[in-house]
């Protein structure tokens, strides 16, 4: 690259760009290392230890849920919709006459549909009209849901589904079965963490899981074959609930 014959001034030329290529990249690795060191830095890897809490709460429900249906089929769908409406009229007036509020009786469903037969051989036939509704009901007295479940079906209907025991507002004990799992859970990491000879930092993460809405205990009163006539009234045991909160803890452990 340099020769005799190059002109003298291009010797220190040469050296100034030597010298400045020298530090460049010097000063580029100096960066990088810097820069690889941070990131080291943050990605690394902390010391954790998580622990798992369980709390529960048994209560007594407060109401009970039922699904009450009428079905009806008729090959005139207008005879077949006025007959449903009658029926669930005088349902909801037996409701009414039993204490049930207006505010607790709610219509779920409603459909008609075509009812075909399928002849071998020859297109299909309408033979009739079927028309389904449904309400919800919510039982406050629980004492009274078996006289409501006999009412009803004395009153015509033919699909009752339940009764499902619940709580009207489930989140207070959601709450105290939180508190409970939380505590469940400090309680074992103080205990693992003397076992283990470890000394416990700042919590890091928490997560939570209330198992939604609280375990119901089910009923079912059977399908189709009810109304018109005498039922009799059984006995009915609303039994407890049980409210369940899982909650995860993880502490840094300190070195």
């Not at 020769?3 to 040469?14: C, D, G, T, Y």
Request: hydrophobic share 35%; charged share 20%; aromatic share 8%.
């Amino acid at each position: 690259m340099f020769s005799k014959n190059s002109p003298l001034w291009m010797a220190p030329l040469l050296g100034l760009l030597l010298v400045s290529g020298t530090v460049y990249l010097g000063a580029k690795s100096w960066s990088e290392m810097k820069s690889a060191k941070w990131i080291d830095r943050g990605g690394a890897v902390r010391d954790v230890v998580s622990v798992n809490g369980i709390g529960k709460i048994k209560v007594s429900p407060d109401i009970a849920i039922l699904t009450i249906g009428i079905v009806n089929e008729d090959k005139n769908v207008f005879d077949a919709q006025n007959r449903n409406a009658a029926t669930i009229n005088n349902i909801i007036g037996g409701l009414r006459s039993m204490g049930v509020s207006g505010d607790d009786i709610q219509t779920s469903t409603y459909s008609v549909y075509p009812v075909y037969t399928y002849p071998e051989n020859l297109p299909r036939l309408l033979n009739a009209y079927e028309v389904r509704q449904s309400l919800t009901v919510k039982i406050r007295d629980l004492e009274n849901t078996g006289k409501v479940l006999a009412k009803v079906a004395e009153l015509g209907a033919n699909e009752i589904n339940g009764p499902t025991y619940t709580m009207e507002d489930p989140e207070p004990l959601k709450k105290e079965a939180r508190a409970k799992a939380i505590e469940n859970a400090t309680e074992k990491a103080t205990e693992m963490s003397a076992q283990l000879g470890l000394s416990l930092g700042k919590i890091t993460s928490y997560s939570e899981y209330d198992g939604g809405s609280p375990i119901v205990y089910d009923s079912y009163l059977g399908k189709g074959g009810m109304g018109g006539g005498s039922v009799v009234e059984s006995n009915w045991e609303a039994g407890k609930l049980e409210v369940i909160s899982n909650v995860t803890i993880t502490y840094e452990v300190k070195k």
